[in-house]
Structures are given as structure tokens and as C-alpha cells.
């Protein structure tokens, strides 16, 4: 059984920065993509970023060049590095990932940017 935990959100002025982590348990880890989502208020959960088993990464247009998500293989974490933050980036964020034929969540961590 895989079981993610984020962690790290927090309140940040915009402009500022704040570094998610999604901590994974279970051996299979390095050999998964890893992505993540992020849902803020009223509005439908959005895919911001993935990392796949050889480091490869992707992202949502509205984040690139301001978000760099990371894995650390050896101790099971996903980093998401959030740089220049606006307020439209308020939202819980969530890692995920697609094991055993379904789509796997962690219980999200909540990012508040004041303007």
C-alpha cells in the first residue's frame, strides 16, 4: 500500500517563496511518476506539475519558470520549489501518484498568498 504526505504549505506574501514536499512510503517508489495537483476554492483540482522515474519533468503554462518540482529517490520525497508566488496560486496542493491501476492522493496541504 502506497501512502503520500505533503507538507511545507503555509501563508506567504506574493512574491515570496515556499517549498512542498510529498513524503511517499513503500519500496516502489523511484520507478513511478510522481505529480502535483493543486484545488483552490470553487474550483476543479488542477494538474501543476510531474516528475517521471528518470527525472523528467513537466508543468502547467501558469507555473513554469516559477515552480521546479524534484525527486529525492533516497529518501522517498518529491519536492515542489514555488518562487514568485501570486495570489492565483492560493489553493490546497496535493502530490499524486498512479499505482495499481488507480490514481493514489495524499491529504493535501494548504497555500495561502496575500497580495
Known amino acids: 500500500q502506497v501512502q503520500l504526505v505533503e507538507s511545507g504549505g503555509g501563508l506567504v506574501q506574493a512574491g515570496g517563496s515556499l517549498r512542498l514536499s510529498c513524503a511517499a512510503s513503500g519500496s516502489i517508489f523511484s520507478a513511478y511518476a510522481i505529480s502535483w495537483y493543486r484545488q483552490a476554492p470553487g474550483k476543479q483540482r488542477e494538474w501543476v506539475a510531474t516528475i517521471d522515474s528518470r527525472g523528467s519533468t513537466n508543468y502547467v503554462d501558469s507555473v513554469k519558470g516559477r515552480f521546479t518540482i524534484s525527486r529525492d529517490n533516497a529518501n522517498n520525497t518529491v519536492p515542489l520549489q514555488m518562487n514568485s508566488l501570486k495570489p492565483d496560486d492560493t489553493a490546497v496542493y496535493y502530490c499524486?501518484?498512479?499505482?495499481?491501476?488507480?490514481?493514489?492522493w495524499g491529504q493535501g496541504t494548504q497555500v495561502t498568498v496575500s497580495s
Open positions: 499524486s501518484i498512479f499505482y495499481a491501476m488507480r490514481r493514489i
